[in-house]
Structure formats: structure tokens, C-alpha cells
């Protein structure tokens, strides 16, 4: 083998050649950096009372104000910040919820119930996991009293994934 000396502008390509090698990984690795937060869900829960003529209601959603698809992948409720036990034999989840946390004399009626876990949120949208109609004589204050002498109001929280797999917790 004849090795030859090698000269500074050999040098100088391999240097520039490994720059740009480096510049190129740099410039990948803030690609995709920008393309998972460009696609970051953002989950929240929404209480909403409402009142007409049937009655006080209470609606509680999940909404995902980010850019991109979350899915629930934990969905429990908590109350000052002690989890919940799960109903373990319900077939539905809210209704016996429902049931466990408001006393006999106010007795809601559950008109909608969805419990979202494993379900994929697009951004943007809505679930409905409960909707409560209270009877004519019930009123916000009355209804937030009788959760307040039985433990106090409870949170719906959980955790969601994006399509990168980042975990968050909401509630």
C-alpha cells in the first residue's frame, strides 16, 4: 500500500463534510421536536349548569383544545385529590357514580353518559361524559351543598397520549 500525504484540502473537505453532517442531525432533531409539539393535544374538563323550565342541569365534558388527537388512556374521579374508587361491577360507570355521590333526596336523573376511556379526542372536540337533570326544586347552591356534606365536589381527571405517545394528566 502506498499512503500518499494527505494536504490540507483534504483536510478541509473532511472537516466541512462533518459540519454539515452535524448541521443535518441538529436540523432533524429540531424537525422533529417542532412536529411533536406542532400535534400536542390539550385536554380539559368542562362543568356547565344550565337551567330551563324541566329542570337545573349539569353537563360535564371532555374538550381538546390542542392541534392534535388525544387519546384517554386513565379516567377516574378524585376529590381533594385522593382518587376515587372505580365502580368495580357497574355497566355503567356514571350511573353508579352518580349514585355514590349524591344522596337520596336529590337523586339526579342521567340523561347522557359517555365515559371516554380509550377513546381518541380530535382536536377541537367535544365528549359529553355525563349530563344530570335535577328536579324544579333544586338549585345550583343546593346541589353543590349536598356534594359538599358528602365529601365535597369531585374532579373527573385522567391521563391522554398523543400520537407521539407523550403522556399528560388532566384534572
Given amino acids: 500500500m502506498n499512503w500518499e500525504p494527505f494536504s490540507y484540502t483534504d483536510l478541509a473537505a473532511v ?16 424537525s422533529h421536536r417542532h412536529n411533536r409539539l406542532s400535534v400536542r393535544p390539550v385536554i380539559e374538563t368542562h362543568v ?12 360535564v365534558t371532555l374538550e381538546n383544545r390542542g392541534i392534535g388527537p388525544g387519546t384517554i388512556t386513565d379516567l377516574f374521579l378524585k376529590r381533594a385529590d385522593q382518587k376515587m ?6 355497566d355503567d360507570i356514571v350511573e353508579a357514580y352518580v349514585a355514590e355521590l349524591f344522596p337520596s333526596d336529590i337523586n339526579p336523573i342521567v340523561l347522557d ?4 376511556l380509550g377513546r381518541t379526542i380530535k382536536a377541537n372536540e367535544s365528549v359529553t361524559v355525563a349530563r344530570l337533570r335535577f ?10 351543598a349536598a356534594l359538599n356534606a358528602n ?9 391522554y397520549r398523543s400520537m407521539y405517545n407523550d403522556q399528560w394528566d388532566f384534572g
Avoid at 472537516?15 to 429540531?30: K, N, S, Y
Avoid at 356547565?48 to 353537563?59: K, N, P, V
Avoid at 328536579?135 to 353543590?144: D, F, K
Fill in 151 to 159: 365529601g365535597g365536589p369531585p374532579i373527573l381527571a385522567g391521563r
Fill in 135 to 144: 328536579y324544579l326544586e333544586h338549585t345550583q347552591g343546593s346541589v353543590m
Fill in 15 to 30: 472537516v466541512i463534510a462533518c459540519i454539515a453532517l452535524g448541521a443535518t442531525l441538529w436540523q432533524a432533531r429540531i
Fill in 48 to 59: 356547565a349548569w344550565s337551567h330551563d323550565r324541566e329542570g337545573l342541569f349539569l353537563t
Fill in 113 to 116: 353518559t359517555a365515559w371516554p
Fill in 85 to 90: 374508587a372505580s365502580p368495580s361491577s357497574a
